[in-house]
């Protein structure tokens, strides 16, 4: 199993966000220096993926503009000298190829991946959410794809939360086969605080093959009134079985505002012409 393709939905209508998702799509909110989706794209790539297919809507063609070259920017920097910023934005419309399909009405994240289909075609591929990003060395979808070339078997991303925030989540049950793996026997979706054992959750990232389209064409629509993806993957992995792998880094939600405000501060820390005076005007602030 070789994973060189991710679908990335980004068609959602980014509620939680509003009023700044009103005309700009959340996944293009910024964390400190870039946009959010540019974080998962560089997950992507460090995971060896080469093709990127967004499932986007009407108003968010963005996203896509902002992988692309922008000759009229490019000329004004050369002209003006700044060769270093020219570079950081070519290398942007050069990271990966893009593609993308429509989702026309917003049915869930199954639908949205279902969309993707035509894409795909028969290959193993991985799913992505376009607003989650996990910062840390090999951290993320990197982890899924080595366990899925290894053992040629579906596998999902988890991370373990706290009891009361199961709801939020596909929670996923199963047996741990060797450190941070476990093999899989059921899952579901947001369960309510108190009705399960488990706390892995599902954070929006899949390694799986082509046959989940033919899961997602069966199910019915689930939690929400959506079609689910977590209602697929448990059909799947009753069919041929399924990984979990509990990943590392340190994962940023940006639909959620102090997970989106975490991230911000925590990039900008990082930044050394940045964290003093960063770090100053946060200690005053809470004293
Ligand atoms: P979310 O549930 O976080 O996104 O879906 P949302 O529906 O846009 O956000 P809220 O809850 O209203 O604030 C995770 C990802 O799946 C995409 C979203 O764009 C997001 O990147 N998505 C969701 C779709 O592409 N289509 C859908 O029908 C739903």
């Not at 968010?60 to 910023?85: A, C, P, W």
């Not at 893009?98 to 991946?113: C, E, F, T, Y």
């Not at 997970?259 to 960063?278: C, F, K, P, V």
Request: net charge negative.
């Amino acid at each position: 199993m070789q994973i060189r393709k991710v679908v990335i939905p980004v068609a959602g209508w980014g509620t939680r966000s509003l009023p700044a998702s009103k005309n700009i799509p959340k996944e293009m909110l910024p964390v400190y220096n870039k946009p959010v989706v540019q974080y998962v794209v560089e997950e992507a790539i460090r995971a060896g993926i080469e093709d990127v297919v967004f499932v986007t809507n009407r108003d968010k063609s963005v996203i896509e503009d902002h992988f692309d070259y922008n000759l009229q920017l490019e000329g004004i920097l050369e002209r003006s000298g700044k060769y270093e910023m020219l570079k950081t934005i070519r290398d942007v419309a050069e990271m990966v190829n893009i593609m993308s399909v429509r989702q026309k009405k917003q049915l869930g994240l199954g639908h949205a991946v279902l969309c993707a289909k035509e894409m795909v075609k028969n290959e193993a591929f991985a799913i992505m959410v376009g607003d989650d990003f996990i910062l840390g060395e090999h951290a993320g979808l990197e982890q899924l794809v080595h366990l899925a070339e290894e053992r040629n078997m579906p596998v999902v991303g988890v991370m373990e939360v706290p009891a009361e925030r199961v709801n939020r989540y596909g929670i996923v049950f199963g047996k741990e086969v060797s450190p941070g793996v476990y093999s899989v026997s059921g899952m579901v979706e947001k369960p309510e605080v108190g009705t399960v054992d488990s706390r892995l959750a599902i954070v929006g990232r899949y390694v799986l093959p082509s046959a989940i389209f033919e899961h997602l064409e069966r199910v019915t629509p689930g939690y929400g009134g959506e079609i689910q993806l977590t209602d697929a993957l448990a059909s799947l992995a009753a069919e041929r079985g399924m990984l979990a792998v509990k990943m590392g880094g340190i994962r940023f939600d940006a639909g959620d505002w102090v997970d989106y405000l975490s991230a911000n501060i925590y990039l900008g820390l990082q930044d050394e012409h940045l964290r003093d005076e960063l770090r100053a005007r946060l200690l005053a602030m809470l004293q």
